[in-house]
């Protein structure tokens, strides 16, 4: 069965450091991959998805995470980050075929906390 | 476009009484439909799916279970409530295939 691992499970930043938050799969057939963020008090949100292509994606708010397929990762990454990027963010992954239905796999999730 | 509608946000029910949660969305047809609870630490635990009307399927066994009379409409229910069903619960919905998840404002039970 597929599986999400993201090893940080909070992060404290300060304003403008950079930020990669770690997330390794262990399916090695094809994946799509998605980043949520959950900022306080708000619902679960796509930041940004990987199905093909160009291993570098962007999403909104300035992140991107880059698909390394040789280490199973898929890590997100912002160069300044911003107070108002406090939020947990969660890793997901699809292995896709055919069906209808597809079964989302969800990593733990990372909480950054980003201080003034 | 489309929206996902999940109430009541908040919930704080006695031990052994009913749950129902409901959640509608609107804007596409023939959504698959997911009730996921979200535990500190643990990430995102699906409960239920649902790829049409009347077609539930269960990812764990519990207290809980769904029901979907139309749809757009995605029911959590409980007829007994225990302590340990207390969490945050998530309805999302997305559409076929390995596509995202849109997912609701959510609703946090307390089993008192």
């Known amino acids: 069965a597929q599986s999400v691992s993201q090893h940080n499970h909070h992060v404290i930043l300060s304003e403008a450091a950079s930020l990669e938050l770690g997330c390794n799969y262990s399916?090695?057939?094809?994946?799509?991959l998605f980043w949520y963020v959950q900022y306080p008090g708000q619902h679960l949100q796509l930041l940004l998805k990987?199905?093909?292509?160009?291993?570098l994606v962007k999403g909104i708010k300035g992140f991107e995470a880059e698909f390394i397929k040789s280490k199973f990762s898929f890590n997100l990454r912002k160069p300044s980050v911003q107070w108002s990027d406090t939020a947990e963010y969660f890793c997901?992954?699809?292995?896709?075929?055919?069906?209808?239905?597809?079964?989302?796999?969800f990593g733990t999730g990372t909480k950054l906390q980003v201080i003034p | 476009s489309q929206t996902i509608h999940q109430w009541p946000a908040t919930l704080v029910q006695p031990v052994g009484s009913p749950l129902s949660l409901e959640c509608t969305v609107e804007?596409?047809?023939?959504?698959?439909l997911y009730w996921y609870r979200q535990a500190a630490g643990r990430g995102l635990q699906l409960l239920f799916y649902?790829?049409?009307?009347?077609?539930i399927s269960s990812e764990v066994p519990q207290n809980l279970s769904a029901s979907r009379p139309q749809d757009r409409q995605f029911i959590l229910s409980s007829k007994k409530l225990l302590l340990s069903d207390s969490g945050f619960y998530l309805c999302?919905?997305?559409?076929?295939?390995?596509?995202?998840?849109?997912f609701g404002n959510g609703t946090r039970l307390t089993v008192t």
């Open positions: 990987y199905f093909s292509g160009d291993p």
């Open positions: 804007g596409t047809s023939n959504p698959n």
């Open positions: 649902s790829v049409g009307i009347g077609q």
């Open positions: 399916y090695g057939g094809t994946v799509n």
């Open positions: 999302a919905w997305s559409s076929w295939g390995a596509s995202p998840l849109h």
């Open positions: 997901a992954v699809i292995s896709p075929d055919k069906r209808r239905y597809q079964k989302v796999t």
